[in-house]
C-alpha cells in the first residue's frame, strides 16, 4: 500500500511538473505573440474577414445541393479557416522565429522533453483557436439566426481533430522553412488546397462527383466533413462517410507527426 501511495505520488509530482513547464512556456509564447501586432491581427480579426469573404463568395454558388444556406456554410467554412490562420500559419512563424533565435535549442538544453516544447509553443494558438471557435458558433446562432449544433460531439471533434493536425503540420513547415518571412511562401501551399478542395469556400457536395472524390483525401477535407456535420447535420451525416473522414484526418495528422520527428530542425538553418 505504501509503495503505491509513493508511486502515485511520484507520478502526480511528475504530471505537475510538465504542466508547470508546459504553462510557463505557454505563458512566454503568449507574451510574445502579444508584442507580435501582425500575428495578432492575424489571429484575431482575420477570421471574422475570412467569413465575410467567404459569404459574399458563396452568395455566388448554387448550394441546393449541399442542402444548407451561403450563411450556413460560410460560418462553418469559416471555423475552419480559422483553425488555419490561428493555428497553422501563426505556429509555423512562431517555431521558426523560436528555431532561429536559438531559443529552442536552449530549451532542449533544460528539463522539458522535446514534445513539451513543441505543445508549450503551441499552447497559446490552440486555446485561441477554441475559444474563436465557440465565439463563431455562438455568435452565428445568436446573431446571424443558424440553428445551434445538430450533433456537438462532431463539432467538437473535428475541431480538436483539426487544432492537433494542424499543429503537427506546422511543425513540419517549420522545417522546411528557413526564415520566418518564408514562412509566408511555405504556408501558402496547404493555406490554397484547402481553401478550394476541402471545402472551405465551395462545399464538396456542389463539385463534380470524381472531382469531390479526390478532395476527400486532402488533409482538412475530414476536418470540413465533421464539423459541418457537427453544426448542420444533414448532408455529412452518414456514418461510413463520417468514419472516411475521421479515419483521413488521423491519417493526416499521423503523418505530419512522424514528419516533425524525422525532420523538425531545432537550430537555425544555414
Not at 158 to 176: D, K, Q, W
Request: glycine letters at 12%; a neutral charge.
Amino acid at each position: 500500500m505504501a509503495a503505491n501511495t509513493t508511486t502515485g505520488a511520484a507520478g502526480d509530482g511528475a504530471a505537475s511538473t510538465v504542466a508547470r513547464r508546459m504553462s510557463a512556456l505557454g505563458r512566454a509564447e503568449l507574451t510574445l505573440l502579444v508584442r507580435n501586432k501582425y500575428a495578432l491581427f492575424t489571429a484575431l480579426l482575420m477570421p471574422l474577414l475570412m467569413v465575410g469573404v467567404l459569404r459574399s463568395t458563396l452568395d455566388q454558388v448554387e448550394l441546393g445541393r449541399a442542402g444548407m444556406s451561403a450563411v450556413e456554410a460560410a460560418l462553418s467554412g469559416g471555423l475552419v479557416m480559422m483553425l488555419i490562420l490561428v493555428v497553422y500559419l501563426n505556429l509555423t512563424s512562431a517555431y521558426v522565429a523560436r528555431r532561429e533565435e536559438l531559443v529552442l535549442k536552449r530549451l532542449r538544453t533544460g528539463e522539458a522533453a522535446d514534445h513539451e516544447i513543441l505543445a508549450g509553443t503551441a499552447l497559446p494558438a490552440i486555446l485561441l483557436a477554441l475559444g474563436q471557435s465557440a465565439l463563431i458558433v455562438a455568435g452565428g446562432v445568436a446573431a446571424l439566426g443558424v440553428d445551434g449544433p445538430q450533433r456537438p460531439e462532431l463539432l467538437v471533434a473535428g475541431v480538436l481533430l483539426g487544432v492537433v493536425m494542424l499543429v503537427a503540420l506546422a511543425g513540419a513547415t517549420a522545417a522546411v522553412t528557413r526564415t520566418v518571412e518564408s514562412a509566408q511562401i511555405t504556408t501558402m501551399p496547404l493555406f490554397l488546397v484547402s481553401s478550394v478542395g476541402s471545402g472551405l469556400f465551395v462545399p464538396l457536395e456542389v463539385l463534380p462527383e470524381k472531382v469531390a472524390s479526390v478532395c476527400e483525401l486532402l488533409p482538412l477535407s475530414g476536418v470540413m466533413t465533421l464539423v459541418r456535420a457537427g453544426w448542420l447535420g444533414g448532408g455529412g451525416g452518414d456514418g461510413g462517410e463520417l468514419l472516411g473522414a475521421a479515419l483521413t484526418a488521423l491519417a493526416w495528422t499521423a503523418l505530419s507527426v512522424f514528419a516533425v520527428q524525422r525532420w523538425f530542425r531545432w537550430e537555425p538553418r544555414r
